[in-house]
């Protein structure tokens, strides 16, 4: 601004004035003022002027490239941010890396509240960070949230009653061989876990319950399909951690000739674009994605603007997708 002030031949204030399309300059000036801003490529920075109104209008968002689901939560935040008149920011979060080191990233932009998908960090952190700037959790459960102090909210799907609708529904097929293979440390697989082995004890099948320990990805079920082929028994159906896991079973039984449905149910958790492509229809528990990413910039926004100052858990309920990878056992 003070550069269009010198090359223009007035004084700062008037440009300001005149950027910001207040009166005050003759039209010979304002038309002047605007072409050298023109010529020199003059921008306003709007992060700097909100920064001096002690105000910002970004938010940060964390999110692992590599999940499915999660990517499905980014592109339905950027509209419902832009809705609110906010910008979104984005960082990778990456296995290999710290995630702190991406949160101060996100912070060292002038981002006034952060949204995470699936954070990995303890929930120490988690409190403290919200001590820091507004937070809101999304897709995990932090037990006793309501008594934390500071901004932090939770936004996620109901992970026991997904898993117990996943289970009933097995169940109701006939089949009693249910394997779970799980998340291992990823966000909301304890849940998970937990409420399947609470479904099949209610069935009554508490000595059939085998969990297999996986990973959120393709890879750790394809090595829990192999590792169920070398047991040399499969169980009638599988129960996966998340569709991705899915996948990685599903590749593996058909390529050793098992027929899916035929031979094995397989489900997965989530219903991520892929599940319903034609060649792999995959039956799944439902989350619903756009109203999660509503949910969390609905909070991350009220926090940031002082309009909700006590911590908050939005549940939201999980639907059954029955597609052709399950059949009567």
Same mark, same amino acid.
């Given at each position: 601004?003070?550069?269009?002030?010198?090359?223009?031949?007035?004084?700062?204030?008037?440009?300001?004035?005149?950027?910001?399309?207040?009166?005050?300059?003759?039209?010979?000036?304002? !038309?002047?003022?605007?072409?050298?801003?023109?010529?020199?490529?003059?921008?306003?920075?709007?992060?700097?002027?909100?920064?001096?109104?002690?105000?910002?209008?970004?938010?940060?968002?964390?999110?692992?490239?590599?999940?499915?689901?999660?990517?499905?939560?980014?592109?339905?935040?950027?509209?419902?941010?832009? !809705?609110?008149?906010?910008?979104?920011?984005?960082?990778?979060?990456? $296995?290999?890396?710290?995630?702190?080191?991406?949160?101060?990233?996100?912070?060292?932009?002038?981002?006034?509240?952060?949204?995470?998908?699936?954070?990995?960090?303890? !929930?120490?952190?988690? #409190?403290?960070?919200?001590?820091?700037?507004?937070?809101?959790?999304?897709?995990?459960?932090?037990?006793?949230?309501?008594?934390?102090?500071?901004?932090?909210?939770?936004?996620?799907?109901?992970?026991? =009653?997904?898993?117990?609708?996943?289970?009933?529904?097995?169940?109701?097929?006939? $089949?009693?061989?249910?394997?779970?293979?799980?998340?291992?440390?990823?966000?909301?697989?304890?849940?998970?876990?937990?409420?399947?082995?609470?479904?099949?004890?209610? #069935?009554?099948?508490?000595?059939?319950?085998?969990?297999?320990?996986?990973? #959120?990805?393709?890879?750790?079920?394809?090595?829990?399909?192999?590792?169920?082929?070398?047991?040399? =028994?499969?169980?009638?159906?599988?129960?996966?951690?998340?569709?991705?896991?899915?996948?990685?079973?599903?590749?593996?039984?058909?390529?050793?000739?098992?027929?899916?449905?035929?031979?094995?149910?397989?489900?997965?958790?989530?219903?991520? $674009?892929?599940?319903?492509?034609?060649?792999?229809?995959?039956?799944?528990?439902? !989350?619903?994605?756009?109203?999660?990413?509503?949910?969390?910039?609905?909070?991350?926004?009220?926090?940031?603007?002082?309009?909700?100052?006590?911590?908050?858990?939005?549940?939201?309920?999980? =639907?059954?997708?029955?597609?052709?990878?399950?059949?009567?056992?």
């Amino acid at each position: 601004m003070a550069d269009v002030a010198t090359a223009a031949g007035v004084s700062r204030t008037l440009v300001s004035f005149i950027l910001d399309g207040k009166p005050g300059a003759s039209e010979e000036t304002r !038309q002047r003022v605007l072409a050298v801003a023109e010529e020199i490529g003059y921008r306003p920075d709007a992060a700097a002027r909100l920064l001096a109104q002690g105000r910002s209008r970004t938010i940060g968002v964390l999110t692992d490239v590599h999940q499915l689901f999660q990517a499905e939560l980014v592109t339905n935040i950027y509209p419902a941010a832009e !809705q609110r008149g906010y910008d979104m920011l984005l960082s990778a979060n990456l $296995h290999d890396h710290a995630e702190a080191t991406f949160v101060e990233s996100l912070l060292s932009h002038r981002c006034g509240s952060l949204i995470l998908l699936g954070p990995r960090s303890s !929930q120490d952190y988690l #409190h403290q960070l919200a001590d820091r700037v507004p937070t809101v959790v999304v897709g995990r459960r932090m037990p006793n949230i309501l008594e934390a102090s500071g901004t932090l909210a939770t936004v996620r799907t109901n992970d026991a =009653k997904g898993m117990r609708l996943a289970v009933d529904y097995l169940v109701g097929l006939g $089949h009693r061989d249910i394997h779970h293979v799980d998340g291992g440390d990823d966000p909301g697989s304890a849940d998970r876990r937990r409420a399947y082995r609470a479904a099949m004890r209610s #069935h009554g099948l508490a000595d059939h319950i085998a969990v297999i320990p996986g990973a #959120h990805n393709e890879q750790a079920g394809a090595s829990a399909a192999r590792t169920m082929l070398d047991a040399g =028994k499969l169980p009638t159906a599988v129960l996966a951690g998340n569709d991705r896991c899915a996948l990685g079973l599903l590749d593996v039984f058909t390529r050793a000739g098992i027929a899916i449905p035929g031979e094995l149910s397989l489900m997965g958790y989530d219903d991520s $674009h892929l599940s319903d492509n034609p060649r792999i229809d995959l039956t799944t528990i439902h !989350q619903d994605a756009p109203e999660l990413a509503h949910h969390a910039v609905d909070l991350a926004v009220e926090m940031l603007e002082g309009r909700r100052a006590e911590p908050t858990d939005v549940v939201l309920e999980p =639907k059954l997708v029955v597609r052709s990878t399950t059949a009567p056992a």
